[in-house]
């Protein structure tokens, strides 16, 4: 099946700072791209949807200054955190729709962000 | 509003079978999906149904009927690899994935 890759798998970093992470489809071309963060226990929630070319469309009740998602090609979207804080501790995981018989959403491995 | 609801934990033995039911609300439909996702890692995708019958991959069947807003997913010949959560997601006529809260599978000896 399609294959979607993020970097890095696992960060650690200090309040103030800023973060990113990379989401790739490496083996077809994704118009749209899903960004999703996953609480313990609880569903995945939706951030925002990305689409190629242009500015992200966000969840209500995500902040898009401090959520900075750009998808500067057909391949890659990345998820800027910027000045994280504890809160912001989570499993952030990115999602590339296929297009054709099946609408198919596949998923990438997931980065755990801890803020210190 | 959207609901999707499936239990939130079941325990089935290995070798046997489970099924496992996720019922919706939406504002309309555009496909059902099943995924499986172990702890610590993204969702895997399982199966998809988008007309009503049952859709059979190897262990795993997946049942649709859009008029009773329902679905199941059936697991043959369980396997202790096969605990997980499943998670029920419907598109909405947006195409935007409606999630479940994910049902919790343990699976005993």
């Known amino acids: 099946g399609a294959v979607v890759s993020q970097h890095p798998s696992r960060v650690i970093c200090k309040s103030g700072t800023s973060v990113k992470i990379e989401c790739r489809s490496l083996?077809?071309?994704?118009?749209?791209m899903f960004w999703y963060r996953q609480f313990p226990k609880q569903s995945l929630m939706l951030m925002a949807t990305s689409n190629e070319g242009s500015k992200a469309t966000y969840e209500q009740g995500v902040e898009k200054d401090k959520f900075l998602i750009n998808h500067a090609s057909l391949t890659l979207s990345t998820l800027t955190v910027t000045s994280a804080h504890p809160e912001d501790s989570s499993f952030y995981i990115c999602?590339?729709?296929?297009?054709?018989?099946?609408?198919?959403?596949?998923f990438g491995p997931g980065t755990r962000l801890t803020v210190l | 509003g959207q609901n999707i609801d499936q239990p939130t934990e079941m325990t089935a033995t290995e070798g046997a079978i489970v099924q496992i039911n996720c019922t919706y609300q939406?504002?309309?439909?555009?496909?059902l999906f099943w995924y499986q996702q172990h702890a610590g890692e993204a969702p895997t995708f399982l199966s998809y149904n988008v007309l009503d019958g049952l859709e059979e991959k190897g262990r795993f069947s997946s049942f649709l009927s859009r008029s009773k807003g329902y679905s199941y997913l059936l697991l043959k010949e369980l396997q202790m690899k096969d605990s997980a959560s499943y998670l029920c997601?419907?598109?909405?006529?947006?195409?935007?994935?409606?999630w479940g809260a994910g049902t919790k599978l343990i699976i005993k000896p």
């Open positions: 083996d077809f071309q994704a118009t749209t």
């Open positions: 999602s590339a729709r296929t297009s054709g018989e099946v609408d198919t959403q596949y």
């Open positions: 939406t504002s309309g439909f555009n496909g």
């Open positions: 997601a419907v598109t909405d006529s947006n195409y935007q994935l409606i």
